[in-house]
């Protein structure tokens, strides 16, 4: 039975007679001519594309698998126990090598600023009129002239922020300094230049001081709390401990907390309003706050939503997949306790840019307590659409006492592979105020492997109704996304899918597949680097962070396989590439494992890596040495 299945092209994914023998499961159906082994594959890159070995592919692993290699993820597929009887003799046999898996969380890491030893004070740098304010205690380089004998050479003739902007905040620091800097060592300014767009929702210095020496007060949160230790269900809040303004745009709100400070001086308290934002006529929302059913709605049903995605999901990587048509966005999973505590690299996740017209933050927290005050923290002080969350707090108590912005909840099916349960808690979320509810087809023992289970996902429509459910699992293409539609489900969120190809969202809302040839790749890495640059700044440090996000979203993107290479289309998500020669050099390159090939990639669009530069992908199972 497990061997019929095996050979069905719909289960298997070897789509027919394929010119090289009969692909094992799981491994994407390449057109013969394109098959090569893995010898000659990484010969072909060492000649830079000079010469084509030859294609053809001896019958026995099309993967070319030896010792030195980590088998690629190999999913196993919904067929009795997950197995092929070829595939259960394997596992019977000792094994040389333990299989990669898992995170490469012993792996060396490099802080980006570790690359620049001698750093220049950032009075220098931003062209301040005052002096230094640790004077001969500062740290940084004083000497202007010292450092540019010391600093590497500049990695491009262009600076992509004085191109855009007309001026460069990093001047001499920055790594395309040559671009903008006057014969004097002055940094250039031109004057058509246009005005940065801010980055919304960044963390004010004043608010993380008050943070970290715990001085900010929650009274809605700790009145919540209180009533829910005496066992009393949130009622509703006395107008006097919520004299903050509600608005139906979702400005950055201040309340009471603020005017409990102490008396406000330079750089000792948070400012108070201005003029500008508290004149006007006094409204019954000034005074009187919403009830659940007059707050804000969430209808985002039938729109692409790009999933919260951690170490890939950054602002940049939003930016690529909101000009491919993504219609919602989600930062990166927060944790709440340390942006209770004020860490500026917890606050960066939930940095909004201003394309994200529809953006969301993801909050990760264990008890009562964090979350709720984490909530009443964000809900006065950044701006955001929604707030999702993982399932595990109380989530009646946030939504009822603390947000004024909808709510959203993200679940799996369950812990244990095979005990579903979110049938059972979605009427929960339901009740207790969820605006929307993801579901990934997956349960927490599995991660991702197996299939998504969308027959699951459809039964849990109806126990979700009339709140929407959104699906998400195993969506590579518009047939993909077409089917799990026909689910009942109000939309999909797309997740490892848009890290193999981010124009995922075009295909499905133009339905058509889209054979995107290797320079129009290489010109969205192009767009990514740029975005990083703007994001993460220009200097070596924001140079070198910008060069390790690319590596790892790499490590995602050599799995993708041309449309025109396809024997059978489309490539589905559990399938992984075998070693193939593409239709041109960087075709190749980009299909390759290795991580110094993706650092080659990295070097076209970054200039070359610093010295002793090592890098490991996150997940084991994504590259080989």
Known sequence: MAKSAAETPGESGGGGDSGAGTLERGVAPIKSRYLTTKEQFHEFLEARGQEKPSQKTEAGDPGGHDPVEPEAKRIRLEDGDGQTDEAAEHWEQPQAQKRARGQNKGRPHMKPHHYDKNRLCPSLVQESAAKCFFGDRCRFLH????????????????????????????????????????????????????????????????????????????????????????????????????????????????????????????????????????????????????????????????????????????????????????????????????????????????????????????????????????????????????????????????????????????????????VNLAHQLLPKLRDWGAALVTLHGRSREQRYTKLADWQYIEQCVTAASPMPLFGNGDILSYEDANRAMHTGVAGVMIARGALLKPWLFTEIKEQRHWDISSSERLDILRDFTHYGLEHWGSDTQGVEKTRRFLLEWLSFLCRYVPVGLLERLPQRINERPPYYLGRDYLETLMASQKATDWICISEMLLGPVPPNFVFLPKHKANAYK
């Open 143 to 418: 000497d202007v002239g010292h450092y540019l004998e010391t600093k590497p050479a500049d990695l491009g003739p262009c600076c992509v922020l004085f191109e855009t902007y007309g001026r460069c905040p990093y001047g001499v620091t920055c790594r395309f300094a040559g671009a903008h800097l006057g014969p004097e060592g002055q940094n250039l300014v031109q004057k058509e230049g246009v005005q940065a767009p801010p980055v919304r929702n960044s963390l004010d210095k004043v608010l993380q001081q008050q943070l970290r020496k715990r001085k900010i007060h929650f009274e809605r949160a700790e009145q919540a709390l209180y009533q829910l230790g005496k066992g009393h269900l949130p009622g509703p809040t006395p107008l006097s401990t919520v004299p903050e303004v509600t608005g139906a745009e979702c400005t950055p709100r201040q309340d009471d907390c603020d005017a409990q400070q102490a008396p406000q001086g330079p750089g000792t308290g948070t400012p108070s309003r201005s003029p500008e934002q508290t004149c006007g006529p006094l409204t019954d929302e000034d005074i009187v706050r919403l009830r659940p059913c007059e707050k804000r709605r969430l209808d985002i049903s039938g729109k692409l939503y790009l999933a919260p995605l951690t170490t890939c999901g950054n602002l940049p990587f939003r930016r690529i997949c909101k000009r491919f048509g993504a219609d919602v966005t989600c930062g990166e999973m927060a944790v709440c306790t340390n942006l209770l505590q004020g860490q500026t690299s917890e606050w960066a996740l939930l940095k909004r840019h201003q394309c994200e017209d529809i953006f969301g933050v993801q909050l990760e927290g264990a008890f009562p307590d964090t979350m709720t005050k984490c909530a009443e923290l964000l809900n006065r002080t950044i701006e955001v659409d929604f707030v999702d969350i993982n399932v595990g707090c109380p989530i009646d108590l946030v939504y009822k006492k603390v947000l004024d912005v909808p709510l959203t909840v993200k679940i799996r099916t369950g812990i244990q592979e095979r």
